[in-house]
């Protein structure tokens, strides 16, 4: 509750507005974009708090270090091994199956440089576990954060990702020159 209080204060003082439903579904997971900025981290943390939603994350295993790493698993974090083939995306389909809840937020884009096109991960776990995508923007321009659509899946990965790039192409993120509207 004091997150909660704590991250609303600090939405008022610089200016940020949440919008869209914080009614999530049970399972799903919450794709965030633009990602440009350590900044998003922290709008995303205060907006999770907010929503009341418990999401877990992906982050990169040198993260995980004493004590840091610590505060990223009580936060939700679980880490991504980059230097080894590890199955990921089963693995995450794995726990969906065998959780009553969970909500998994993922930044496609894997880092906050400009890309050539996103990750396409996220797709397949959803796809794969049967779960829902929702489109989180985190719009810098309007101070604005919150699920602007949802999508389940077709299998047809052309067709959803041009929703899904379609949904996010005019929204701003904390360093605009960082982030590719083409995500295909």
């Known amino acids: 509750m004091m997150r909660k209080i704590f991250s609303r204060i600090i939405f008022w003082l610089i200016g940020w507005e949440s919008i869209g439903t914080f009614d999530y579904p049970?399972?799903?997971?919450?794709?965030?974009?633009?990602?440009?900025?350590?900044?998003d981290f922290f709008i995303g943390s205060c907006y999770g708090y907010i929503s009341g939603i418990q999401a877990k994350y992906l982050i990169k295993s040198s993260y995980f270090v004493?004590?840091?790493?610590?505060?990223?698993?009580?936060?939700?974090?679980?880490?991504?091994?980059?230097?080894?083939?590890?199955?990921?995306?089963d693995q995450i389909v794995k726990r969906f199956n065998s959780s009553d809840r969970f909500i998994l937020g993922i930044a496609p884009e894997g880092t906050r440089s400009r890309v050539k096109k996103w990750k396409t991960g996220f797709y397949y776990i959803a796809h794969k576990a049967k779960v829902p995508i929702l489109l989180l923007a985190m719009d810098f321009d309007n101070r604005k954060i919150g699920i602007i659509n949802s999508l389940t899946t077709t299998g047809d990965i052309d067709k959803d990702m041009s929703f899904i790039q379609n949904?996010?192409?005019?929204?701003?993120?904390?360093?605009?020159?960082?982030?590719n509207p083409r995500i295909i």
Not at 68 to 75: A, D, E, V, Y
Not at 167 to 179: A, V
């Open 66 to 89: 004493p004590v840091i790493g610590t505060l990223f698993r009580w936060n939700g974090g679980i880490p991504v091994y980059r230097d080894s083939k590890n199955d990921l995306v």
């Open 167 to 179: 949904q996010f192409k005019d929204i701003k993120g904390k360093i605009p020159k960082n982030y």
């Open 26 to 39: 049970k399972k799903c997971i919450v794709i965030a974009a633009p990602h440009t900025s350590n900044w």
